[in-house]
């Protein structure tokens, strides 16, 4: 049997507080139970892992603890790190977004993918109206902000979910454009956010349409011998290409 390299990783756990069982059941049990019957098969596996340190939660906890995000973060990066080897969860990697040896290394791969897109004409720049906090002085990206969901149920009726965060709505699953929600509030200060003019960068994915449509079609019958997709995850995903791929913020303000 021919030996192969495997890549594997788990859902970074915001370093907000400790693990807790479902973190474990969830996520990192099943992946590890994946990387040890590989290895027992003589593939070469990479478990890789961190604490997501950039988080709106986390920024919260801070407050509410009254430290900075870097000691709070540090703080339970460290703590998650020895509850997973407590648990015999071993990674070979478990960093951080934003711990100290990780960060740096990050900064420098986020601005070289940033600048190879660019250089390729794949973004574009933009005016628009996002919501802001005159009181804590910034713009209120995804989870920063909440508010009452402005969709449509699949039975037409308004969904009207008032716990709605900025990047989703948990009730109805819909991608949420945060200056639309109704009764909008900061979950900074908790006041009334204001609309304010900004300018971003927009990663263009209709330039991928094509290249993704073929990809997803030769998913009916992979050549690689690996199973063919399901019908239904499919015909949602093309379903969402013949919608036409929306211009997605690749920039924010903090
Ligand atoms: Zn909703």
Known sequence: ?????????????????????????????PADTYV????????????ICGSDDNGVSTLIAARKEGTTVE?????????????????????????????PGFVEH???LSQQFFRIMYDKGYFTKKKTCQLYDAEAE???????????????????????????????CESCGSMVDPIQLINPVSTITGTTPEP???????????Q???????????????????????????????GQIKQGLPERAMTRDL
């Open 1 to 29: 049997m021919t030996k192969q390299r495997y890549l594997v990783t788990s859902g970074l756990p915001y370093s907000n507080g400790r693990l807790h069982v479902g973190h474990i059941a969830g996520a990192y049990l």
């Open 36 to 47: 040890r019957y590989r290895r027992a098969r003589g593939d070469e596996v990479r478990f």
């Open 71 to 99: 000691e709070l973060t540090a703080r339970y990066n460290a703590r998650q790190a020895a509850d997973f080897q407590g648990l015999g969860i071993e990674f070979d990697i478990y960093g951080g977004t934003h711990q």
């Open 106 to 108: 990050h900064n420098r």
């Open 138 to 168: 910034q713009f209120l990206p995804d989870r920063y902000v909440k508010g009452t969901c402005y969709h449509k149920k699949a039975d037409g009726t308004p969904c009207a979910y008032p716990e709605a965060y900025g990047d989703q």
């Open 196 to 206: 304010r003019e900004t300018t971003h960068w927009y990663l263009r994915l209709d």
């Open 208 to 238: 991928f349409e094509d290249p993704i449509r073929e990809w997803l079609e030769s998913k009916r019958n992979p050549q690689d011998g690996s199973p063919p997709w399901r019908e239904t995850v499919l015909n949602f995903t093309l």
